[in-house]
């Protein structure tokens, strides 16, 4: 009997629940901005309903990329409304696009509610192919990476008049593309841009960014990237030998290799040495006149503790900078 009663309790009070609870509605969860220029930020607030009882408590809103919410109305009182306002950034983006945003509440019905924003993206001006500019590169080498520079725009004379970059050592250079040179789809004029990496580029990774202005009414300025790698022309590898704690073991190696990435064939290694008085170099040919590799081994009985040195390399380089190489040699031994 008891047990029927506690059973009873528990579902008059869960009914109760049920009846004094909040009750997420939006309306029109599809927005649709049109046709949208590329590099535009476009917003848009959604209404929120509460046809419940309670209040409607959003915790969380979950856009995907491209789409931002910053604020939104997190307690909505019964029979009242909220906004959720949203910004799409449409300069990574070209063509038709649909982004989700996801509205997280206490609704017990409906706790995740999903909302879309759509738009199609008119790049007006724009490089065919691949709006990035991509390399990879020796440090000596020029690089050129061409694109060609459309517009859908007709009606006016379409210019390039100038191009800026972020580094001194890229350059983007234009040329007018004849009419025999340019794709039939757009009828207006149409430029060759060239990317010029030169050989003043720093090695390691290039994330850089240049500026193509126009004569364009909607899109005066072209944002592009110039991305890529400049390897060194020749390269020790790894470039510092941090061997960590070591034992004083008699098998004890390591190696270190020695690349021309220029292929030239004739690049050779005349000396070879530690600076550390316990370990020895000594060298093997992998390609003859391109890559070596080094090995370090223990000339003797290395005393225990931290030790710290170099591995100098003497080569016949032309470079003044690869004429003596220098890779720095730490580690413990325990």
Known sequence: MKFSIRILAFLCSAALWAQNAPKMLIEDVVHDFGVVVKGEVVDWAFTVRNTGTADLVITDVRPSCGCTVVQWDKVIKAGATGKIPTKLETKDFKGPISKLITVVSNDPEMPQARIFVKATISAVVDLLTDSNFRFNKLKQETTKVPRIL????DGFEFK???????????????????????????????????????????VGMVNESGTIHTTSAKMPAVKVKIMGLVRPDIMASPPRMELGTVEAAPDFQRMLKIRDNTKSGKFELTEVKSTVPFIAVTREVVVQGEEYNLILKFAQTPPKGDFSGKVVVTTNAAAEEFKVMEVPLTGTVK
């Open 160 to 202: 390039v008049v100038k191009t800026e970059t972020s580094k001194p050592w890229i350059k983007l250079e234009t040329a007018a593309l004849t009419q025999e040179q340019r794709q039939p789809k757009y009828p207006n004029a149409q430029y060759e841009v060239i990317a010029v990496i030169g050989p003043d580029a720093p």
């Open 150 to 153: 459309v517009t859908e725009e």
